[in-house]
């Protein structure tokens, strides 16, 4: 049974604004499961959010399982696609490399307080393997020059829209079709709220820390750096919540 938007769990919320920025997703996920795919309310706002227009008009409408582990599903003449979340900003909490900076950083200051699994720090995903190959979720954290890092792999979205190279070039443009639905950059970055992690003028990408071409670690290697790096994750994941909110309360308020 595939389950449309609006089922169950969306009634149950607040009907002027059913996303909740603040909620963290770790919450109603069952002990020593994955919020990504057994959250049923990271499923829901997933539904919610990303069930709208594409650039071209067309609608992308997801439609999920009732039970877990949940998987979004899209089916139109547009293609048929199957998504998975993916928390996308790391605290690098057990890089082995850090334990010695962490262990110079108040608690407090470890992690980000809860808000990488909030809406802010998620994102969707091809969840299907091409050629038993690795899907774009794996090749993210895999990858020693991305390391999860959403920053360097928005730089690789960015640059596959421009036909440039990039460390995610392969298992970018074995997804190719899915990329195809937001039309450009500009349309990727604007249907999933991410204009926070641009520079003002829409033209690059606004690293977290010191940006060298992928040419040196994204792990932050020093209290400074991961301080800095913090910091600037953080007033992006709250950005974006904020942008995520303002949309939703136009777009998902029934009495608007």
Not at 5 to 27: E, L, V
């Given at each position: 049974?595939?389950?449309?938007?609006?089922?169950?769990?969306?009634?149950?919320?607040?009907?002027?604004?059913?996303?909740?920025?603040?909620?963290?997703?770790?919450?109603?996920?069952?002990?020593?499961?994955?919020?990504?795919?057994?959250?049923?309310?990271?499923?829901?706002?997933?539904?919610?959010?990303?069930?709208?227009?594409?650039?071209?008009?067309?609608?992308?409408?997801?439609?999920?399982?009732?039970?877990?582990?949940?998987?979004?599903?899209?089916?139109?003449?547009?293609?048929?696609?199957?998504?998975?979340?993916?928390?996308?900003?790391?605290?690098?909490?057990?890089?082995?490399?850090?334990?010695?900076?962490?262990?110079?950083?108040?608690?407090?200051?470890?992690?980000?307080?809860?808000?990488g699994y909030t809406i802010g720090g998620m994102?969707?995903?091809?969840?299907?393997?091409?050629?038993?190959?690795?899907?774009?979720?794996?090749?993210?954290?895999?990858?020693?020059?991305?390391k999860d890092r959403f920053d360097h792999t928005?730089?690789?979205?960015?640059r596959h829209y421009a036909s440039e190279e990039?460390?995610?070039?392969?298992?970018?443009?074995?997804?190719?079709?899915?990329?195809?639905?937001?039309?450009?950059?500009?349309?990727?970055?604007?249907?999933?709220?991410?204009?926070?992690?641009?520079?003002?003028?829409?033209?690059?990408?606004?690293?977290?820390?010191?940006?060298?071409?992928?040419?040196?670690?994204?792990?932050?290697?020093?209290?400074?750096?991961?301080?800095?790096?913090?910091?600037?994750?953080?007033?992006?994941?709250?950005?974006?919540?904020?942008?995520?909110?303002?949309?939703?309360?136009?777009?998902?308020?029934?009495?608007?």
């Open positions: 049974m595939i389950l449309p938007i609006g089922y169950g769990d969306y009634n149950t919320m607040n009907q002027s604004n059913p996303i909740n920025t603040a909620f963290d997703f770790r919450t109603d996920t069952p002990p020593g499961k994955d919020p990504d795919t057994w959250s049923p309310t990271l499923c829901t706002y997933h539904k919610l959010l990303w069930s709208k227009p594409l650039p071209d008009g067309t609608m992308f409408t997801l439609l999920h399982k009732p039970n877990p582990p949940f998987y979004l599903h899209h089916d139109s003449e547009r293609g048929r696609f199957c998504l998975s979340s993916d928390t996308v900003i790391p605290t690098f909490r057990k890089q082995k490399s850090l334990s010695d900076v962490f262990a110079r950083i108040p608690d407090e200051m470890r992690n980000f307080g809860g808000l994102m969707v995903f091809p969840a299907i393997q091409v050629d038993r190959q690795r899907t774009i979720n794996q090749a993210r954290g895999f990858n020693a020059r991305i928005l730089e690789c979205i960015r990039s460390p995610l070039s392969d298992v970018l443009t074995r997804y190719a079709d899915f990329f195809q639905l937001f039309g450009d950059f500009r349309g990727y970055v604007a249907f999933f709220h991410l204009q926070d992690l641009l520079t003002p003028d829409a033209s690059a990408v606004e690293f977290f820390s010191p940006f060298n071409d992928f040419k040196t670690s994204p792990v932050p290697d020093s209290v400074e750096a991961y301080l800095a790096y913090r910091k600037n994750a953080v007033n992006f994941l709250k950005a974006r919540n904020q942008r995520i909110q303002n949309w939703a309360e136009i777009h998902l308020n029934p009495d608007a």
